[in-house]
């Protein structure tokens, strides 16, 4: 079966830096939700989106955006990287109450 | 404050016992309730959930239990594999809400051969 997709996998930036991060949901989910998880840390929620639009905010900093397009893949922007953002990012999907969750992208910021 | 929590880090069980593992809440409006799976440098696995209206939720060696007067629920594995040696999150999330996850900490779990 399918599963979310996510891209890359690593992602290695350095202080002020921007990155990008994919996620290409399970055909026909129409929620995707993205989480962060600090090392030793449970998944935070950062910003969901339902039939493109946003659903809801979490504890999401202002120097992260995020969209989701027609084809429903979503883009996690982050600019101006800190230290402090080096994590796991998670995107999930979703049809109905059950989170399916990707491989997750490993970012370090140096 | 942590809604969601997971007051054990680690559980140890022999292969073939059961293994349970306990989480508890503290925000009355969430009415449905997840158990993940985590492996290392994977995503979290959705293994079972739970609506608010039941009390019980069965599927193959995962049974899970919910007790809302005492905002608790738990996840029996029986009988446990090495296999399932992994860290498992509780989530809960508030249906007609925005559905996001709300998370424990997760507890390690080690199925000893």
């Known amino acids: 079966a399918a599963g979310v997709i996510q891209s890359p996998r690593h992602l290695i930036k350095e202080k002020r830096e921007t990155a990008t991060l994919k996620c290409y949901p399970i055909?026909?989910?129409?929620?995707v939700y993205w989480y962060q998880q600090g090392p030793g840390q449970d998944p935070q929620f950062l910003i969901s989106?339902?039939?493109?639009?946003?659903?809801d905010k979490g504890s999401i900093p202002d120097r992260f955006s995020a969209q989701q397009f027609s084809d429903y893949h979503s883009e996690l922007n982050m600019s101006s990287l800190e230290l402090g953002d080096s994590a796991l990012y998670f995107c999930?999907?979703?049809?109905?109450?059950?989170?399916?969750f990707g491989p997750g992208t490993r970012l370090t910021v140096t | 404050d942590q809604q969601v929590k997971q007051n054990s880090p680690s559980l140890s069980v022999q292969e073939g016992r059961i293994s349970i593992l306990n989480c508890d809440y503290t925000?009355?409006?969430?009415?449905?309730f997840l158990w993940y799976k985590k492996y290392p440098a994977e995503g979290p696995t959705f293994l079972i959930s739970?609506?608010?209206?039941?009390d019980k939720n069965e599927d193959g060696r995962f049974t899970v239990f919910l007790n809302k007067s005492a905002k608790h629920l738990s996840l029996h594995i029986v009988p446990s594999q090495p296999g399932d040696s992994a860290v498992y999150f509780c989530?809960?999330?508030?249906?007609?809400?925005?559905?996001?996850?709300?998370f424990g900490k997760g507890t390690k779990l080690t199925v000893n051969p």
């Open positions: 999930a999907s979703s049809l109905g109450y059950e989170q399916y």
């Open positions: 989530a809960a999330s508030t249906q007609g809400g925005s559905e996001k996850l709300v």
């Open positions: 925000n009355s409006m969430f009415d449905y």
């Open positions: 739970i609506s608010s209206i039941k």
């Open positions: 989106f339902y039939e493109k639009m946003q659903s």
């Open positions: 055909p026909r989910h129409d929620t």
